[in-house]
């Protein structure tokens, strides 16, 4: 018999004050970030930005994508309106780098997609 759940009774073990930390903006704005990544092509130009020395012109990530000018530039949209990009103007050129909140996620991706078993509950 599992001893945290006797009599067949679930034991609760969230409190009021574990679920407060996440206010419905701050879960709102993670899952927007998440559902951008979803997206192969959004996250392949988030990795080429991130190796960059610098902002990146559109023209210059299409050798690296397997989809054209147009789909680049709306990934890059989507990418920015999720603050995972910023994006400066130069004349007619736009140049494209990654927020220091791109970099801290992409610091922490690697690491967690390690084989190391999660913990149990």
């Known amino acids: 018999m599992d001893e945290r759940r006797p009599n067949s009774e679930?034991?609760?073990?969230?409190?009021e004050d574990d679920a407060t930390p996440f206010?419905?903006?701050d879960v709102d704005e993670e899952v927007?970030?998440?559902?951008?990544?979803?997206s192969e092509t959004r996250y392949r130009i988030l990795l080429l930005l991130d190796a960059a020395d610098g902002p990146v012109?559109?023209?210059?990530?299409?050798?690296?994508?397997?989809?054209?000018?147009s789909s680049i530039s709306q990934?890059?949209?989507?990418?920015?309106?999720?603050?995972l990009v910023s994006r400066t103007k130069e004349g007619r050129?736009?140049?494209?780098?990654?927020?220091?909140?791109?970099?801290?996620?992409?610091?922490?991706?690697?690491?967690?997609?390690?084989?190391t078993p999660a913990a149990t509950l």
């Open 10 to 15: 679930c034991e609760l073990v969230l409190s």
């Open 93 to 115: 050129w736009r140049y494209y780098e990654p927020t220091p909140k791109a970099e801290r996620l992409l610091e922490t991706v690697p690491g967690a997609m390690t084989d």
């Open 32 to 38: 927007e970030v998440f559902a951008t990544l979803g």
């Open 23 to 25: 206010s419905d903006r």
């Open 57 to 69: 012109c559109v023209c210059e990530l299409e050798p690296h994508l397997e989809v054209g000018q």
């Open 75 to 83: 990934s890059l949209s989507k990418l920015r309106k999720a603050d």
